[in-house]
């Protein structure tokens, strides 16, 4: 028996661990305040260009992307300027997938200047206080333990919209069919649930 944790074999590569000031070079978006953490960009281990500034980011987007073409790669200081959105003319989520807001400025940024993401099926962006919050990630409960809001999120998942109990959405998300998409209001600190599956 060997004392070390086996490694993923799908993963060859040495995992890479990004310097603070790495991460903190990444938060740049009003409605995803910790993008390396919500795993809307990855480390570019292949060192592709960005497709609209042309340098080699350390990570490169992975989150979707409408625009016509080829997939993009992008630099998360060219979402954020808004550079990708028009060079590309790309939205980074679906307008209509994001509740509704009275401002269309605050939909225009959310979906040309901020990170979408992925989940499994018809991804939602949550609004409360008349504003987009931010998106804290699609949780496991480890992870929203960190964030201290685990007690929040259960008693939102007690009523929800499928019936489900606890237990059961946890079997859910280790079989990997459901996903907690967990956004907090930026204006009152709200936690709100999309229970994706
Ligand atoms: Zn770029
Ligand atoms: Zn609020």
């Known amino acids: ?13 040495v995992e890479f661990i990004p310097t603070q000031e790495q991460i903190n070079s ?9 993008p390396y953490r919500t795993k809307v960009f990855v ?11 042309g340098t080699v980011p350390t990570f490169i987007y992975a989150g979707p992307a409408y625009c016509n073409g080829d997939i993009k790669r992008i630099c998360a200081p060219c979402i954020a300027s808004g550079d990708a959105a028009k060079k590309l003319n790309a939205t980074f989520f679906d307008p209509d997938a994001c509740d509704k ?3 269309p400025d605050k939909l ?12 499994i ?16 990630g699609c949780l496991d409960f480890d992870e929203m333990d960190k964030l201290g809001i685990t007690e929040k999120v ?7 919209e499928y019936g489900y109990t606890l237990k059961e959405i946890k079997k859910g998300m280790a079989k990997g069919i459901i996903k907690l998409c967990v956004f907090r209001c930026l204006n009152c600190g709200t936690i709100l649930v999309d229970m994706n599956m």
């Open 1 to 13: 028996m060997f004392g070390f944790p086996k490694k993923d074999k799908k993963e060859k590569k």
């Open 121 to 136: 099926y018809n991804e939602k962006w949550l609004a409360h206080c008349d504003d987009y919050c931010e998106f804290l």
């Open 154 to 160: 259960s008693m939102l998942l007690e009523d929800n």
């Open 43 to 53: 480390h570019n281990d292949d060192g592709y260009k960005c497709d609209v500034c």
């Open 26 to 34: 990444l938060k740049l978006f009003t409605y995803n305040k910790d």
């Open 101 to 103: 807001v009275s401002n």
């Open 108 to 119: 225009e940024e959310l979906i040309t200047k901020n990170p979408g993401y992925f989940a």
